[in-house]
C-alpha cells in the first residue's frame, strides 16, 4: 500500500531555514507528480510545491507566496521528496503535508487534491 512519511518540520525562528523529507513506499516514484501542501491553523489547504514525474522533465511549480523561498526536488534512488524553505516567515507556520499523484504533470495549485498524502509535519516560525 501507498505511505508518505513526511519529517524534517520543527520550530524555526523568523528568516530561518529548513528541509522537509518525504519518504515513499508502494509507488512507481518516479513516475508520480509530487507536491507539498500546508494547512494554516483556521485555513483551508494551500498547494506550495509540486514537481512534475521524472518522464515530464521534474518540472517545478510553486505558489506566488513561497516563490524564490521553496525549493521542490526528488532524489529517485532514495525514493525521496524534499521541499527546501528559506528565509521563513510567521505566515509559513502550519502543518506540510507531502503528496502523490499518477498524473506525470501537474502544478502546486493541484496538490490539495492528490491521489495520496502522508500524516503532515508541523513547521512553527516565530
Known amino acids: 500500500h501507498v505511505q508518505l512519511v513526511e519529517s524534517g518540520g520543527g520550530s524555526v525562528e523568523i528568516g530561518g531555514s529548513l528541509t522537509l523529507s518525504c519518504a515513499t513506499s508502494?509507488?512507481?516514484?518516479?513516475?508520480?507528480?509530487m507536491g507539498w501542501f500546508r494547512q494554516k491553523p483556521g485555513l483551508g489547504r494551500e498547494g506550495v510545491a509540486a514537481?512534475?514525474?521524472?518522464?515530464?522533465?521534474?518540472?517545478?511549480s510553486y505558489s506566488d507566496s513561497v516563490k524564490g523561498r521553496f525549493t521542490i526536488s526528488r532524489d529517485i534512488p532514495r525514493r525521496t521528496l524534499y521541499l527546501q524553505i528559506n528565509n521563513l516567515k510567521p505566515e509559513d507556520t502550519g502543518v506540510y503535508y507531502c503528496a502523490a499523484h499518477p498524473r506525470y504533470r501537474m502544478v502546486a495549485s493541484e496538490v490539495p487534491l492528490f491521489d495520496y498524502r502522508g500524516q503532515g509535519t508541523q513547521v512553527t516560525v516565530s
Open positions: 508502494g509507488i512507481t516514484f518516479r513516475s508520480y507528480s
Open positions: 514537481i512534475d514525474s521524472d518522464r515530464a522533465g521534474s518540472l517545478a
